[in-house]
């Protein structure tokens, strides 16, 4: 059985339009014999080709690497996803991180990593030519100037985008992946991804379909979206194919995050947390469990929201408490921001730095450094591990499969 948010959080809509759609009949809600409540059973979900995977069965494979892959991760952040091609078997050969704090803490939990803190631009790539057999990374949106129907490299100077090309181009790996949000996809009415494509045509790389990766797929208790980039260089072409993960049947829940189960084997650690202040903590008393400022008293809703309790639009994240029983929403830099409040599903707080961590699927072993708000930052921004892991098996399929195939050739 699905509930009705698990069915809205597979399918990418909001549980009114499931309402609406159990109204017209396009898909009929069942009722639980002993609570009452809705779902929906598995069959129902056939209709919908992007599900295909909740009736694919079938074992995965064992992917290990058949021999030793070497990596260069840029804008490393807190290694989120340093982290999980580390445990699908790839080397890390480098990491550049600007970030200070960013840094110790890669270095603070990996004193064997060679951690290079600073500006991206100031880096010469060159000595591994040749050396690298994957370039990784999210660079950050920026848009550049649109200049005719195609944009070259040099076109591109001035955005990180462009130090993350020149890192391919000096290095030339056979395969990079970036990440990005999946807004990319739409930045600049689509001219920002289109002069990225150019770009990296440019350099002799074939783009893939971009590709939105929900984290809640792939054994992470949250609802966040990554759009994946990744490009082959061409003369690998037809050698091996690149498949995207395989999604996992079950969808964690925030329970699952802080409590002893299969995603953690004990209750989330103790650690350091921000707390609200007096005012806030009594308004956000009254709100329930998967909750939001709509179901505080109206006299507390216009006090709280002032203007914007006039304005349209449902501003689901303002004085939003989580729920156990469902993934949390997508965390962001800070966990007690007015537009993205996240709220502790039972106690009155905001989460903890272990609690962030955990939604993130770090180890409980890796220790963030740095001031508390960097903390947050730090672990907001990162690629969830778990997600990571199943994008570094994909990568060592791939490489597999291709160097399997240049021997054979050889």
């Known amino acids: 059985m699905y509930s009705v948010a698990q069915v809205a959080d597979m399918l990418g809509v909001s549980k009114e339009t499931l309402r609406r759609w159990d109204n017209s009949g396009k898909l009929r809600s069942l009722r639980h014999p002993i609570n009452n409540y809705r779902f929906y059973n598995k069959e129902q979900l056939r209709q919908f080709e992007t599900l295909d995977f909740i009736f694919n069965d079938s074992a995965r494979p064992d992917i290990k690497p058949d021999y030793v892959y070497k990596t260069i991760e840029l804008f490393a952040g807190a290694g989120g996803l340093a982290i999980g091609l580390e445990q699908a078997g790839l080397a890390t050969l480098l990491l ?15 004193p064997h990593w060679q951690v290079i803190c600073g500006d991206i631009a100031l880096l010469d790539f060159t000595p591994f030519k040749n050396q690298v057999d994957v370039i990784t990374g999210g660079f ?13 490299f040099d076109d591109a100077r001035g955005t990180l985008f462009y130090q993350f090309a020149r890192a391919v181009k000096e290095t030339n790996p056979k395969l990079f ?26 350099l002799g790389y074939a783009l893939l379909e971009p590709h939105v990766m929900k984290a809640l797929f792939y054994r992470v208790p949250q609802k966040r979206e990554r759009l994946l980039l990744v490009g082959i260089r061409k003369d690998l072409l037809g050698l091996a194919e690149f498949h995207w993960p395989r999604p996992y049947q079950k969808i964690y829940t925030l329970k699952d995050a802080l409590k002893a189960g299969n995603l953690f084997p004990c209750d989330v650690p ?23 400022w709509r179901d505080l008293p109206e006299a507390v809703q216009k006090d709280y929201m002032m203007k914007s309790y006039y304005l349209g639009g449902g501003k689901t994240g303002m004085a939003r408490r989580m729920h156990w029983d469902e993934p949390c929403l997508t965390l962001t830099c800070a966990p007690a921001q007015k537009q993205t409040e996240r709220c502790h599903p039972e106690a009155t707080r905001p989460f903890t730095v272990r609690e962030y961590a955990r939604i ?35 990568v060592v399929d791939f490489l597999n499969r291709l160097y399997a195939k240049t021997l054979v050739l050889q």
């Open 360 to 394: 993130q699927t770090f180890p409980d072993a890796w220790q963030f450094q740095g001031p508390l708000t960097s903390q947050y930052k730090q672990i907001g921004n990162a690629v969830p591990v778990n997600m990571a892991y199943e994008l570094g098996l994909s």
């Open 140 to 152: 950050p949106c920026q848009a550049f100037s649109y200049a005719g129907k195609k944009m070259g």
């Open 177 to 202: 992946m970036a990440e990005n949000v999946r807004g990319l996809q739409s930045h600049d009415q689509g001219r920002t991804l289109t002069n990225i494509r150019s770009v990296i045509d440019e």
């Open 96 to 110: 550049n991180e600007v970030d200070k704090n960013a840094c110790a803490t890669l270095s603070t939990n990996r």
């Open 270 to 292: 103790f650690s350091e947390g921000q707390s609200y202040p007096s005012k806030k903590a009594a308004i956000m008393a009254q709100v329930p469990p998967g909750g939001y």
